[in-house]
């Protein structure tokens, strides 16, 4: 199975088993990162439909599970949601974080900001940082996008996500290059890519997502990457 081999957590919610990221085991030994989203057949001829961190999905058989994974998929239910624990329309599950943790350029620095309408659809992550040659290379068109689509749209909004270790640095950064979007405080960046583990480990990295999360588009299609150029076009084709 040609798949990148993660790790993550289990749960269970009254015997249902929750829609979240595991580590599935084969009868080999090998572990892969997945989601089960959906079964098809019955007893041994069951098979689990898993989603991939990449968005992609794969099939695989209860049999090339391991015992306990196996049991598991012939187990498995969609988990109920009720209206209690749905998100409200506008809701995002980046809320709670991004909450008291922004900042934007006001003149010279980076101030407190929050976010006066919070998008109806995606959120745009971009990780950078000022030392980054290519960054500052890509930065311009991004710039350029944002002036042309954000005025007057809800539909979304660019967040930036550092790599610098100065303030001064980033603030530089923003002011030369005219980033006025959000920006993460710097020293909340590390726990929001802790939290959300998006895509990649290099930049200029964009991270496309719908306001519940979900991955849209990213730099990295498995571990090769594509750009960030290729996701800010995606964006501009869904908002046309």
């Known amino acids: ?37 959906g079964t098809t057949g019955e007893g041994d001829a069951v098979k689990g439909t898993f989603k991939m961190r990449n968005g992609k ?7 090339e599970l391991s015992d306990a994974d196996a049991e598991i998929v012939k187990a498995w239910k969609p988990q109920e949601t009720s209206a209690a624990s749905a998100l409200p329309d506008s809701a995002s599950v980046f809320d709670d974080f991004l909450d008291g943790n922004l900042e934007k350029l006001d003149g010279k ?3 407190r900001y929050a976010l006066e309408k919070k998008p109806t659809k995606y959120y745009l992550f971009y990780y950078t940082a000022s030392w ?31 790599s610098d270790s100065d303030k001064k640095a980033m603030e530089g950064y923003a002011k030369e290059l005219g980033m006025n979007w959000p920006h993460i405080k710097l020293s909340k960046a590390d726990d929001f890519k802790k939290k959300f583990k998006h895509p990649g480990g290099g930049i200029p990295n964009l991270v496309l997502t719908d306001i519940e999360g979900k991955l849209i588009k990213t730099s990295y ?11 800010m076009q995606h964006l501009g084709n869904l908002i046309k």
Do not use: Q
């Open 1 to 37: 199975m040609k798949t990148p081999f993660l790790i993550l957590t289990a749960a269970f919610l009254t015997g249902t088993l929750r829609a979240e990221f595991r580590t599935w085991s084969r009868s080999d030994g090998k572990t892969a990162e997945l989601e089960l989203i």
């Open 57 to 63: 999905s794969i099939d695989l058989a209860a049999a």
């Open 109 to 111: 620095s980076l101030k």
């Open 132 to 162: 980054c040659g290519p960054c500052h290379k890509f930065t311009p068109s991004l710039v350029k996008f944002y002036d042309k689509y954000k005025s007057g749209s809800e539909e979304f909004e660019i967040v930036l996500v550092t």
């Open 221 to 231: 299609e498995g571990e090769n990457y594509v750009g960030p150029n290729v996701v």
